[in-house]
């Protein structure tokens, strides 16, 4: 984006966010539209400012994510309205992340090799993480989740869908990312796995340099011993680290 247009484009911004943040704690139906899309563009605008370092949209390693706050925060919107009215009235296409119906995806045959990458990912879930683990429910929901993302993505005839491919990290339990944030490397796992949908997404330009910057970002997080979990995810995204 040229400077003079992202110089512009700061300062509607920051007065929007003026204007909306005292709201954000106040929804109500006569307002929960307007500061759902308002929420939904903060996050378009992050992506569209490009990468920063240390900061992978789930977490940060400087400090907290504030992308993932106000991502997360779409989901507060949506349950103080009455998303059953809503549906009814001319406004419903903004909610499309609950609309979503993952539960629904169709059950079609993915490429061999990518059905073969998620049962490899199936597979060291379940060798590291038992059944006994307190992290294995919020583990086991969040790969069902991605699952069925990857269906309904490579089920697309055309592009993927942001839709498609962020109702995963809209769906993802509070532990789950607790566990990212704290770098656990099965959740490291499955969030590189997200990373490349978010590839898909690459027409798009403002998700240009998202994805490599994402892998590498989770490869300097993951231990050495397992960095070789990353190899599928790295080749789809079309990263390799420096020698």
């Not at 103080?80 to 079609?108: M, R, T, Y």
């Amino acid at each position: 984006m040229p400077v003079g247009l992202l110089d512009k484009a700061n300062v509607h911004w920051e007065e929007a966010l003026k204007l909306a943040s005292p709201l954000l704690s106040r929804v109500t139906e006569s307002n929960c539209a307007a500061l759902y899309l308002f929420a939904t563009i903060t996050c378009l605008h992050t992506f569209a400012l490009g990468p920063c370092p240390g900061e992978l949209l789930i977490f940060n390693q400087n400090g907290p994510s504030h992308w993932l706050t106000l991502f997360r925060g779409l989901r507060s919107i949506e349950q103080a309205c009455d998303f059953a009215k809503v549906q009814k009235e001319e406004l419903h296409p903004i909610f499309p992340l609950s609309g979503l119906e993952l539960n629904n995806a169709p059950a079609k045959a993915l490429d061999p090799s990518v059905q073969e990458a998620l049962e490899a990912l199936a597979s060291f879930i379940d060798i590291n993480v038992t059944k006994d683990d307190e992290r294995r429910e919020s583990m086991v929901e969040a790969l069902t989740h991605l699952r069925r993302c990857y269906t309904l993505a490579y089920d697309e005839p055309a592009q993927v869908s942001a839709y498609t491919v962020f109702s995963w990290l809209h769906r993802v339990s509070d532990q789950y990312l607790k566990l990212v944030q704290a770098t656990d490397p099965v959740a490291l796992l499955l969030f590189s796995y997200f990373v490349v949908l978010i590839k898909g997404l690459e027409c798009a330009w403002m998700v240009k340099d998202w994805p490599t910057h994402l892998m590498s970002g989770i490869y300097a997080c993951m231990p050495l011993s397992k960095r070789f979990w990353l190899s599928w995810p790295m080749e789809q995204v079309g990263w390799l680290p420096a020698e």
